[in-house]
């Protein structure tokens, strides 16, 4: 089975992601950050995927967040938020999603995945629970959260 790649910050990047179903405005604001760092080739891509051949079959954005401004855990600490993950149609069931998950998970962070595209169920599937959050709070985003094993919130 292919591997999880870290994805370079290049013009055939962005050209893969065009193939990808969830291409909205926020799918815009990801191709500008990445267009936007190409002339830099030292900035650290947060894009992940899985090739099969030369198609990118599965993406996901995955990135550490510091958690101060707006904290979601007591008392705040660091944690991993996966953003658009997803595999092309003709490669689904194959397991690459779960593949994606599985690198995530290898940080020993709690995760805070944005589902999407009705994809509760599998992140659900995967461990993640809905997150607990106050009410005043914007979580439009539909958040779960993962935690490691034997992972201690105070």
């Not at 815009?28 to 995927?49: C, R, T, V």
């Not at 690459?96 to 659900?124: D, T, V, W």
């Not at 539909?142 to 992972?151: K, V």
Request: proline fraction near 5%; aromatic fraction near 14%.
């Amino acid at each position: 089975m292919s591997e999880v790649k870290h994805l370079a910050i290049n013009y055939k990047t962005a050209e893969d992601f065009k193939k990808f179903r969830e291409y909205g405005a926020q799918e815009l604001h990801m191709m500008k950050e990445l267009e936007g760092n190409m002339i830099d080739a030292d900035i650290d891509s947060p894009f992940y995927g899985i090739y099969v051949g030369d198609t990118l079959a599965a993406r996901m954005c995955l990135y550490r967040k510091e958690d101060e401004q707006q904290p979601i855990f007591d008392p705040p600490h660091d944690y991993m938020v996966i953003w658009k993950l997803e595999v092309l149609e003709k490669y689904q069931g194959r397991g690459f999603g779960g593949k994606m998950i599985e690198f995530a998970k290898n940080y020993a962070l709690p995760i805070k995945a944005i589902s999407r595209q009705n994809a509760r169920g599998f992140f659900e599937k995967h461990g993640f629970e809905p997150m607990k959050y106050d009410i005043d709070r914007d979580m439009a985003d539909d958040p779960l959260i993962w935690y490691p094993e034997g992972y201690v919130l105070n």
